[in-house]
């Protein structure tokens, strides 16, 4: 939003007793905004809200709604929960083409990490990644890298009858047994039922599990083994245009 050639970004809300009259929640005056990717600004956008929401909580106020409670002090919800540990794994192409199929629109990685991970403490996020030839993915890469995702690609593989492959089943599942005994909470960005199999072996270790996905795109066995399911909606999407 640009007013007197600053980009203010705001809060739900916005709260001047939990911000103070001079905001610094703005891009300087000497910025240039058209040298940031859409990508990129809606990062800062989300890392100030955060920091909007945590001065908030620090004077005692509601985060979302800025206001004093009844009992003079605030509880943020989830409490101790805070405390976990959290690992996301994300199937990129799953959660993209979902996103297409059922909205026609592309998902926000950002909002859709905020989504499962909250308030608590994110430990690792691996985003993983097929690279089609001549496809330029510099862009989404760059965006992926600045929410904080470690990115693991892989290669369209021909096989000899012409026809093309390309997944990542095996090495998420990997990947997550791996790190799940650093963690306290396995977050999988994926609706793909094939991992349902291998969620008790997590849960076995003494970990939480938790999918993220759209609704429509969540296989139903997936949906009933994880301890939780994050259901993302067009609010986790980019607008049209």
């Not at 970004?9 to 703005?26: C, F, M, Q, T, V």
Request: hydrophobic share 35%; with cysteine; aromatic share 8%.
């Amino acid at each position: 939003m640009q007013q007197d050639n600053q980009i203010i970004a705001k809060s739900e809300n916005p709260d001047p007793a939990a911000l103070g009259k001079e905001s610094s929640l703005i891009l300087e005056h000497t910025e240039d905004p058209s040298g940031y990717s859409r990508e990129g600004l809606e990062g800062r956008y989300l890392d100030l809200k955060d920091e909007a929401l945590s001065l908030r909580r620090l004077l005692g106020l509601n985060p979302k709604t800025g206001k004093t409670t009844e009992g003079g002090s605030y509880a943020t919800p989830g409490g101790f929960l805070r405390k976990q540990k959290v690992a996301v794994f994300v199937d990129v192409q799953n959660m993209y083409h979902s996103a297409k199929n059922i909205y026609g629109r592309s998902l926000s990685f950002a909002k859709m990490l905020r989504e499962c991970v909250r308030t608590r403490q994110l430990v690792r996020s691996i985003a993983y990644v097929i690279d089609h030839e001549g496809v330029d993915q510099t862009k989404f890469l760059k965006s992926l890298g600045y929410i904080g995702c470690e990115i693991r690609h892989r290669e369209v593989m021909k096989r000899n009858d012409g026809t093309k492959k390309a997944e990542w089943e095996v090495g998420i599942a990997v990947d997550m047994l791996r790190i799940a005994e650093k963690v306290d909470v396995v977050i999988l960005a994926s609706g793909n039922g094939a991992f349902a199999d291998m969620i008790p072996l997590i849960q076995a270790k003494g970990v939480r599990v938790e999918c993220c996905a759209f609704k429509g795109s969540v296989g139903w066995h997936l949906e009933n083994m994880v301890d939780q399911c994050h259901f993302l909606t067009q609010e986790h999407l980019y607008r049209k245009g």
